[in-house]
């Protein structure tokens, strides 16, 4: 099951008492803010969920699965997030 950015308001407004309408406009200003930290080349970090950053992935020579043929990719930045302990642990208790 994926949950939607909908369904992230509807809990984050039920958990903070805060009209859907308000939570979401936090929400996106989150989005925002991170995605220019990032753009700026910054990384982030938020305790207990984990950092993201942009790593530089060099050109290489890939494979079009679709028709066999060989494909040049150029470099390019690519976001990158790593999980924080704490959330490493929530993910892998049983259930």
Known sequence: ?????????????AAVGLTKIETEAVINGFIIAINDS???G???????LGSFRIIER???LARNPKTGGKVQLPKR??????????LRKAVNVKK
Not at 1 to 13: D, F, H, P, R
């Open 42 to 48: 910054n990384e982030i970090e938020i305790r207990g």
């Open 77 to 86: 930045r690519v976001p990158q997030f790593r999980p924080s302990k704490d």
């Open 1 to 13: 099951m994926n949950l939607t950015k909908a369904e992230i308001v509807s809990k984050v407004a």
């Open 38 to 40: 990032l753009k700026e």
């Open 58 to 60: 060099q050109p290489r």
